[in-house]
């Protein structure tokens, strides 16, 4: 059985899904789903059961899970970058990922995690996929720490030999409608053109960048999900790799990229960075590839404007779900 930890949000239904069309249904998903509307994802995916996540845990803690594990893709976290509750990010992305990544170590379960980007930081030290360097990153906000806190305990307790942990950049594409403020630029973006005609980016303060300028790597979902689930059977494989397209674009391709599937002209209007944003704003990220193509990923990365016009008219225009 294939254990899929948030397995109903963004990354994680994507992966079902792709297990699915694999031919793969022997899966339990777990996951919070609440008020907001992430059980839409799940509607069109194939699995053998769904436990709540506080269910789960208690299994693993009292070795009662009734199902046999072979593979725990652990994707839940509390994913917000602007999260101020310090104890809620450290419970739901720190304890919780060590007491899983225990377990599987003990029982020998193939344990594959969400690591992020944002423990990069500022990127001054470079966002080099090296589990052996990880001490010196300073990750910016709460969110990125409680994730290189993790990353920090496995090399600590020797357990990168056997566990793969994924640093995702900037991805996009369906199945992050429910979201909120937390969805990519590209799904806040569609909605600012197809409602106002134009769209909005914050303007650089940083001497080095003019505005629009600053540099992202954006990753399509389904390229994520290719290189999250590489690792799947390769347990001969461990240890941190960055999930990107190696390739760093500015905002404005971005939203270049959005004007030109929806057939509209360009037109962007820049707005001053949030006071709160201003030491916490990444001007430059890009991802690090050449340790997973060592490791053996050999498929091709959807370019940007390949990835923006699948997602914006094969799923935003309609709204489309992957797997409907």
Same mark, same amino acid.
Not at 153 to 178: D, Q, R, S, T
């Given at each position: 059985m294939i254990v899929v930890t948030g397995g109903a949000g963004f990354i994680g239904s994507a992966i079902v899904w792709k297990l699915n069309q694999l031919g793969e249904s022997n899966i339990i998903i777990v996951d919070e789903l609440g008020t907001e509307e992430k059980w839409k994802n799940l509607v069109p995916l194939k699995l053998h059961d769904f436990v709540h996540k506080d269910e789960f845990i208690r299994m693993i803690l009292g070795q009662t899970v009734p199902f046999k594990i072979s593979v725990i893709i652990h994707m839940g976290a509390n994913?917000?970058?602007? *999260?101020?509750? %310090?104890?809620?990010l450290f419970s739901s992305n720190y304890l919780y990922t060590?007491? /899983? %990544?225990?377990?599987?170590? *003990?029982?020998? &379960?193939? +344990? #594959?995690?969400?690591?992020? $980007? %944002?423990?990069?930081?500022?990127?001054?030290l470079g966002f080099n996929d090296d589990e052996n360097n990880l001490e010196p990153l300073r990750p910016m906000n709460m969110y990125g720490y409680s994730k290189q806190m993790f990353d920090v305990? %496995?090399?600590?307790?020797?357990? +990168?030999?056997?566990? !793969?942990?994924?640093?995702? +950049?900037?991805?996009?594409? @369906?199945?992050?409608?429910?979201k909120g403020n937390m969805r990519s630029v590209v799904h806040k $973006?569609?909605?600012? &053109?197809?409602?106002?005609?134009? !769209?909005k980016l914050f303007k650089s303060k940083n001497s080095r960048y003019k505005d629009?300028?600053? /540099?992202?790597?954006? #990753? +399509? #979902?389904?390229?994520?999900?290719?290189?999250?689930?590489?690792f799947l059977d390769k347990k001969n494989i461990g240890g941190l790799f960055n999930v990107g397209t190696g390739k760093a674009r500015t905002w404005n391709d971005l939203v270049t990229s959005i004007f030109n599937s929806m057939n509209k002209p360009i037109? &962007?209007?820049? &707005?001053?960075? @949030?006071?709160?944003?201003?030491?916490k704003y990444q001007y430059f990220t890009e991802a690090k590839i050449d340790k997973i193509k060592t490791a053996g990923y050999k498929k091709v990365i959807t370019s940007l404007e390949d990835g923006v016009t699948e997602y914006v008219k094969n799923y935003l225009m309609g709204k489309q779900y992957l797997g409907e």
């Open positions: 994913s917000s970058t602007t *999260e101020k509750n %310090a104890d809620l060590k007491t /899983l %990544a225990e377990y599987s170590l *003990e029982k020998n &379960i193939r +344990f #594959i995690y969400a690591s992020s $980007a %944002a423990t990069y930081g500022d990127g001054s305990w %496995a090399k600590k307790n020797n357990a +990168f030999g056997k566990i !793969v942990g994924l640093k995702y +950049f900037n991805v996009y594409g @369906p199945n992050e409608y429910h $973006a569609y909605e600012q &053109i197809r409602d106002s005609g134009k !769209v629009g300028q600053q /540099l992202r790597d954006f #990753i +399509f #979902i389904k390229d994520a999900v290719d290189m999250t689930l590489f037109k &962007i209007e820049y &707005i001053d960075l @949030p006071d709160e944003l201003e030491n």
